[in-house]
């Protein structure tokens, strides 16, 4: 730790074990970001992203990286919602995840919600790199403030790249501070829970899903190329993950 936060790293890498599993020869965390192995059924390796501190806090960097390699399997999850929280360091908090996924590899990766508490700032970018075999089911969550509580200010990038080719980049900033209109009828409408799901098949490319309503404030959209995107906001976190989890157990 220093005077202007924590930096924190941690890096997985699966491959095929020869037997038809997955091995881990690195699973490397520190500081906050600590990782877990635990059981798993079949040829998929799981992995637990355990929080041993507090944070992230203003002026921390953590970074979490992944690796998936050809023939593996990886599902990814996190044992607790991560907390953005103030700090005593100035400044803005940074979250960074960097997922690589082999041609012929399948990665889950499937953290709690993330919590932007009141007078946070914390920057997060999630980038994934497939290959064009690869597949991918990706869930992301933000809540807006705990219970009565006004959010913080949160920047959330997601990426996704297949074969080199970008599929999806967005970006949203919410809480004090984002650009206006965040919380109108054309982003938030009011909720305090936003999330998205990125399914990654390579079937997709020959049978395309067609794009849907999904409940009442959600909605599946066909990537321009083998991906959808289930877009969803929701009073609550509850209710937001009832509805991914819909879409998730239907194409994933």
Do not use: N
């Amino acid at each position: 730790m220093t005077a202007t936060g924590v930096r924190a790293d941690a890096r997985i890498v699966a491959r095929t074990d020869g037997r038809g599993g997955t091995a881990l020869p690195v699973l490397d965390g520190e500081g906050p970001l600590a990782l877990r192995r635990t059981r798993s059924a079949g040829a998929e390796a799981k992995v637990m992203v355990v929080g041993a501190m507090s944070g992230p806090l203003g002026g921390d960097r953590f970074t979490l990286t992944a690796r998936v390699e050809e023939g593996a399997r990886l599902h990814v999850g996190s044992a607790a919602a991560t907390l953005a929280l103030p700090g005593q360091a100035k400044g803005e908090a940074r979250y960074d995840v960097r997922l690589d996924v082999a041609d012929g590899a399948e990665l889950r990766w499937l953290p709690e919600q993330l919590i932007s508490a009141r007078g946070s700032d914390l920057y997060v970018t999630t980038r994934a790199e497939l290959g064009a075999g690869a597949r991918l089911v990706l869930r992301e969550e933000q809540v807006l403030g705990r219970a009565g509580e006004e959010p913080g200010r949160l920047t959330s990038r997601l990426t996704v790249r297949v074969a080199g080719r970008t599929v999806l980049d967005q970006e949203l900033a919410c809480g004090p501070g984002a650009p206006g209109g965040w919380d109108g009828p054309a982003v938030l409408s009011g909720h305090r829970a936003v999330g998205q799901l990125v399914v990654v098949r390579p079937e997709f490319a020959m049978h395309p899903v067609e794009p849907e309503v999904v409940g009442e404030s959600a909605s599946l959209t066909p990537l321009a190329g083998p991906a959808i995107l289930v877009s969803a906001v929701a009073p609550d976190a509850l209710r937001l993950r009832r509805v991914l989890d819909q879409v998730s157990a239907r194409w994933s």
